[in-house]
């Protein structure tokens, strides 16, 4: 059939929609293609402006992504700004069940979270039937949801932030997880699990509180999770001031050369076309 | 009837007795809130559905000079058309944007003949070429978007054009035998003069004061001034100005686009990473639902995911062909979407519109775009053209294309 189809043409390159082997113009391709076999050295060609502005290089810290709210829709941006120092963990791998007509499905559940110790955080969630599937799919869901860790200080402002800025709360199903800040050379005073996301977010010292069902892990690791997300969300006297306003990273590179100036436009009248 | 609902009530109690023998923790919430018809029986069933084989256009460097010149029935991307019908050019009036009546920028042309397996296959689809072309400005592509939703206008306002030829296998432009593949084919006649600066449209306007240099429009006409031809122009330069390329500096970077299948990519990647990444939010979890409603819309994310998988298999993608009545594009956006409606009927033959094929943003990567907030960013632009590909008189016939960009908004 392919070779039907391709004799039909005669030679003629067989173009988009004709099935069968390309002749000359697949064989070509071969090189760069088909050889590499993994995934993972796969160049990433971006597909979002911020993912074009990144791989140039042009974004050197993805404070400026914050400051202006962008969503950030590819992970390798995240990879190519904080990755080097990203760790990850995973919480827990948890086989969840549904029942079908013939029998039941099982697939793992795994709960993962990312973090530099330095100020950012990420938790994914990821369900697939196998295992290693979840694993993958839960980092690259945790870099997509890094978030900044505000930090400060317990009395003294000597000496690098330590702890949370405040007394926060975070809420997710029953489970409540209040964090207050503590001085330094207390440590994370906190859960196994919540601990685990502190010391990936980089909080030094913190003493924490929390009710409800905090056997769900996923709960109680969501409640944390969003407790560090208000850290940022409070406002404080430091805030106080007016601010101002930077540009978008999408304004800052702005080609000022594009456009002609005027003198040359006046001199193009005198050109008549026909 | 009675023996089903029997059987559904034993199904629950086996449910329940099921899920607490197992010695798992918190297993409760996720096995009663579970339904029978979930959402991941239905995301297999749009893939199962999908079962019409895409076609992948990458662009590569060029190779040799000559394999991209018209009588080779290209497909490329950037740079200038190569014109499959050299003589009956589009006319100046659907040449132009219709918004800022700047004439469009050649965005890539796709060589796709109808072949004896399809369904429309007749002689005069022997060769058949699509053309895209748009304006490279975003302010009128924002403008186009408000313009693709109207159905039936009275005057249609794009700035995003595609153009569709075909010609039967004897026909005078070229020989009825495949070309030679070193180079020195040579097409049976010359083509309409085009113009110096784009390269892409009918040059019938010529400079006034050398009546040498051809121009489609005063704007090029102005622009080849400024950038040269004012010194040149006196001098009677004649070889320099009936040089084959254009003179423009802003015209896209020129590609071959070449063609794989998607099935070989798939044996690489048998598994669906990102489909159920993101998509899990149907399983009713708290902590991932919680965690979608911090993303913008269930199913933005969703389209997202499933766009971000597809591609995976071979992210340096640039085009995905695949032309049947039944195909469906990769949208990466679940807003902004046509329904069978919005898509026009063909303007001469009054049939239907199917997909054929959709360009992907990683052309802008290759493009080389400027990422400033008014530069050129779409999600994608996918192109209807006549199901039957009908035959008309010579020339362009102009077809239909969707543009959806991603959601300006933050989320």
Sequence with gaps: MADRGAGDRGGFGRGFGGRGRGGDRGGRRGSGRRGRRDNEEKEWVPVTKLGRLVRDGKIKSIEQIYLHSLPIKEYQIIDILIGPSLKDEVMKIMPVQKQTRAGQRTRFKAFVVVGDCNGHVGLGVKCSKEVATAIRGSIILAKLSVIPVRRGYWGNKIGKPHTVPCKVTGKCGSVTVRMVPAPRGAGIVAARVPKKVLQFAGIEDVFTSSRGSTKTLGNFVKATFDCLLKTYGFLTPDFWRETRFAKSPYQEYTDLLAKPTAKVVHVVEDAEAA | ?411
């Design chain 2, 1 to 411: 009837m009675s023996k089903e609902m029997e059987f559904d009530a034993n199904e629950e109690k086996l449910k329940t007795l099921r899920v607490s023998s197992l010695d798992e923790e918190e297993d409760d919430n996720e096995a009663q809130v579970d339904e029978i018809d979930d959402p991941d029986l239905s995301t297999d069933e749009d893939e199962e559905g999908e079962v019409h084989p895409v076609t992948l256009g990458f662009v590569e460097k060029l190779k040799n000079k000559w394999s991209l010149l018209r009588h080779y029935f290209p497909s490329k991307a950037g740079g200038t058309p190569a014109w499959l019908d050299p003589i009956n050019l589009p006319s100046e009036k659907s040449s132009l944007c219709d918004f800022c009546s700047e004439p469009l920028q050649f965005l890539l042309q796709v060589y796709g003949p109808l072949t004896e397996e399809s369904t429309f296959h007749h002689e005069s689809t022997f060769h058949r070429a699509l053309f895209v072309f748009m304006c490279p400005s975003m302010a009128c592509l924002l403008r186009d978007q408000h313009e693709q939703w109207k159905r039936h206008p009275e005057k249609p306002c794009r700035s995003v054009k595609v153009f569709r030829c075909q010609l039967p296998q004897t026909n005078s432009f070229y020989s009825g035998k495949p070309p030679s593949e070193d180079g020195t084919e040579q097409p049976l006649t010359a083509g309409a003069k085009l113009c110096n600066w784009c390269g892409t449209w009918k040059g019938d306007k010529v400079c006034s004061s050398c009546r040498k240099a051809r121009y489609c429009s005063g704007k090029h006409q102005a622009a080849h001034w400024r950038s040269g031809h004012r010194l040149a122009c006196t001098r009677l330069q004649t070889s320099l100005e009936m040089s084959e390329s254009a003179a423009s500096n802003s015209l896209w970077p020129q590609y071959e686009i070449t063609i794989e299948d998607e099935c070989e990519f798939e044996n690489e990647m048998s598994d669906s990473e990102y489909s159920n990444i993101l998509v899990s939010g149907n399983r009713v979890d708290e902590s991932v639902r919680s965690l979608m409603d911090d993303f913008a819309g269930d199913d933005d994310k969703r389209s997202w995911a499933s766009f971000q998988e597809r591609i995976s298999r071979a992210p340096e993608q640039v085009l995905r062909y695949c032309r049947s009545a039944k195909a469906k594009a990769l949208w990466p956006v679940h807003s902004g979407r046509p329904s069978r409606s919005d898509i026009p009927a063909c303007n001469y033959c009054g049939g239907t519109r199917c997909f054929e094929f959709q360009v992907l943003p990683q052309l802008l990567y290759y493009f080389g775009v400027q990422n400033d907030v008014d530069s050129l960013d779409w999600a994608t632009i996918v192109v209807y053209t006549c199901e039957a590909s009908c035959k008309g008189d010579e020339g362009y016939k102009e077809e239909f294309a969707w543009v959806q960009l991603v959601s300006q908004s933050a989320p």
